[in-house]
């Protein structure tokens, strides 16, 4: 089979399930993402550092159409990501864009919905040298957005000013 047949798509899971769904999925032979990040977490007799996904109900996954169905086996996964009604296939450049940008350990938040438009920018310097995005002041501060439009939702980025350089 040709590679290229093959799409990511997220999938939203039942409400704190996305792991299960992850040791699921992969236990299928399906290919799987799912953001993490490290938080302190308090308990009234103790501190520990978790994992938590960056993105809460959301895991991605990569399959060829005739895989379509099969993720619906796995209990704790609710429906695809859709646009009236077909789910939307996220391209690879976005999938990547947001591993770099959690295993570069740096600040970013997400922000669900559109991101209001401003110039397009490449980093020229950092752990994220080469990647392209959006930049607008928000709070005062210089923020690259990287959207994964077709997830809906923008990975948020503070960044210095002479780290990147203007496209438009």
């Known amino acids: ?21 992850l040791a699921t999925l992969t236990q299928s032979g399906i290919e799987t993402y799912l953001p993490l990040r490290k938080v302190l977490k ?3 007799d103790r501190k520990k550092w978790i994992e938590i996904p960056i993105i809460s109900s ?10 379509y169905r099969k993720v619906f086996e796995v ?9 009236k009604g077909k789910a939307v296939p996220i391209p690879d450049r976005e ?10 350990k740096i600040s970013f938040s997400v922000e669900m919905g ?6 397009i920018i ?3 310097s950092g752990p994220l040298i080469g990647l392209t995005g959006e930049i607008t002041e928000i709070k005062g501060e210089k923020k690259l957005h990287l959207r994964i439009k077709h997830a809906g939702f923008t990975l948020v980025v503070n960044l210095d000013e002479n780290s990147y350089k203007s496209i438009n």
Do not use: C, H
């Not at 999938?95 to 570069?104: L, P």
């Open 42 to 44: 308090q308990w009234s």
């Open 95 to 104: 999938i990547e864009a947001m591993r770099q940008m959690v295993e570069s």
């Open 122 to 124: 490449t980093i020229t």
């Open 75 to 83: 209990e704790s996964i609710v429906s695809y990501v859709s646009y």
């Open 58 to 67: 959301y895991i991605f996954v990569r399959i060829l159409p005739s895989e």
């Open 1 to 21: 089979m040709i590679n290229d047949q093959y799409k990511w798509y997220a999938l939203y899971t039942k409400s704190r399930a996305e792991k299960k769904a």
């Open 114 to 119: 559109d991101l209001k438009k401003g110039k």
